[in-house]
C-alpha cells in the first residue's frame, strides 16, 4: 500500500501528536503503522512490547474486522478494541492507508483513550494529507522493499 513520501517535517509532527496523545490518554505507548504492517512512527514506552510484531499483528487483526464488517454489510469499521488482563488495545483508522495503535494498561478508562484517540486521528490524517498534496508522485510502498539492498529507500536529503 503506498505510503505519501514523509520528510523530517512530517515525522516530527507525527511524533508529536502521537507523544500527545500518549500524555493525554496515559496510554503506555502509541504507533502509527501502514496497513500491511509496517511500523512508521512510534512514541511512549515499548520495552515491554515488540513493536515490529506488534504493528504486523494489529494490521492483520484490522484486515480481519473489515472481513466481518463485509459479511454482516457493514461498509466500514473504524476501530478495532482488544481488552487484557494487563494491557488493552485500539487500532484505529486514519486514512487509507495507515492505522493508529494505542496500547494502554488495563485500569486506563478505554472511554478516555477512544475520546483522546478520536482527537488525533483527524489531525494525524491532516499530516499524511499534506504529504500527499506536496508530491502526489512520490509514495512509497514498504511491502515492496528489498530488506538487503534499501540503498534506493534510505537517499540521504541534499543538504539546503
Known amino acids: 500500500m503506498p505510503l505519501p513520501q514523509l520528510?523530517?517535517?512530517d515525522?516530527?509532527?507525527l511524533d508529536r501528536l502521537l507523544s500527545d496523545l500518549v500524555s493525554r490518554s496515559?496510554?503506555?505507548a502509541t504507533m502509527i503503522i501502514d496497513k500491511a504492517g509496517f511500523l512508521i512512527a512510534q512514541a511512549g514506552d515499548f520495552e515491554q512490547f515488540d513493536s515490529t510484531t506488534l504493528a504486523a499483528l494489529a494490521a492483520?487483526?484490522?484486515a480481519a474486522t473489515q472481513g466481518m464488517a463485509s459479511v454482516v454489510s457493514e461498509p466500514?469499521?473504524?476501530s478495532v478494541y482488544q481488552q487484557g488482563e494487563n494491557f488493552s488495545l485500539l487500532v484505529q483508522n486514519i486514512e487509507t492507508d495507515t492505522l493508529l495503535m494505542v496500547v494502554f494498561a488495563a485500569e486506563v478508562s478505554v472511554g478516555a483513550v477512544k475520546y483522546f484517540s478520536n482527537?488525533?486521528?483527524?489531525?494525524?490524517a491532516r499530516q499524511?494529507?499534506?504529504?500527499?498534496?506536496?508530491?502526489?508522485?512520490?509514495?512509497?510502498?514498504?511491502a515492496t522493499l528489498n530488506m538487503e539492498n534499501s540503498s534506493e529507500f534510505f537517499r540521504k536529503v541534499?543538504?539546503?
Open 128 to 142: 499524511f494529507l499534506a504529504a500527499r498534496k506536496r508530491n502526489p508522485n512520490a509514495t512509497i510502498d514498504l
Open 26 to 28: 496515559e496510554a503506555s
Open 119 to 124: 482527537a488525533a486521528v483527524p489531525l494525524l
Open 60 to 62: 492483520g487483526s484490522f
Open 11 to 13: 515525522v516530527r509532527e
Open 158 to 160: 541534499a543538504q539546503k
Open 76 to 78: 466500514n469499521f473504524n
Open 7 to 9: 520528510i523530517a517535517e
